[in-house]
């Protein structure tokens, strides 16, 4: 039972254009949700989160959204540049769960220069 | 180092035999999780500690793995007879406070290879 879906394996875009990357998830328990970025070889890196009480976040170039309604997320970067090529996956949990986040499998984004 | 720091890097081992993996989190970090990665998968929850206890351990998928932290910083996850189906990147991660409202630190991971 995947509770944090990203359906889409991968996406390429190019340089200067903006990149959308979308994340679902099915446990309404979820209320904090953060956004990771995973180059080869290395752990994942926090990018930008989310808490339930706010529909939209924004750090410099990168923006979370976030639709409770629809129990979806998405990432947008604007201008996408060549070294945001990388694995980005999103993770959800439940403040008043049991503090483990859970993980989607992951969007490989491909910026072409 | 400031980050969070995993050995080894890689562990090619047999199928039956006792694996450990460490993992040294950043300094004052109460909060210490390992995940597990398989090949195009997300990271895979399976244990979560605050402090010197397991406050979540309901990932591990059997009791063929266990994870200590005895003096509330470094961990050691310990894969009893191990299998081919074990074989994927084993990632630890710290946090400052009670976990799920603030950011992971990920190490680099472990490769663990069963063959």
């Known amino acids: 039972d995947q509770q944090v879906k990203q359906n889409s394996p991968s996406l390429s875009v190019q340089e200067g254009r903006i990149s959308i990357l979308n994340c679902d998830y099915t446990n309404s328990m979820f209320d904090y949700f953060l956004w990771y970025k995973k180059y080869p070889a290395e752990g994942p890196t926090f990018l930008i989160s989310i808490s339930s009480i706010k529909d939209k976040n924004e750090d410099g170039r990168f923006t979370v959204f976030l639709n409770k309604s629809a129990k979806h997320l998405s990432l947008h970067i604007v201008p996408s540049q060549p070294g945001d090529s990388a694995v980005y996956f999103c993770a959800a949990s439940a403040v008043s769960g049991t503090y483990k986040y859970i993980f989607g499998t992951g969007t490989r984004l491909k910026v072409l220069a | 180092g400031a980050g969070v720091s995993q050995t080894p890097s890689n562990k090619v081992t047999e199928k039956g035999k006792y694996v450990e993996l460490r993992c040294d989190p950043i300094?004052?970090?109460?909060?210490l999780y390992w995940y597990r990665q398989s090949l195009g998968q997300g990271p895979e929850f399976l244990i979560y500690f605050q402090g010197t206890g397991a406050a979540d351990d309901s990932g591990l998928p059997n009791d063929r793995f266990f994870a200590v932290r005895p003096e509330g910083s470094v961990s050691t996850l310990k894969i009893q007879r191990t299998e081919r189906g074990d074989s994927a990147v084993y990632l630890c991660?710290?946090?400052?406070?009670?976990?799920?409202?603030?950011?992971?630190?990920f190490g680099e991971g472990s490769r663990l290879t069963v063959l």
């Open positions: 991660a710290s946090s400052q406070g009670a976990g799920n409202t603030g950011e992971l630190f």
């Open positions: 300094s004052g970090h109460t909060a």
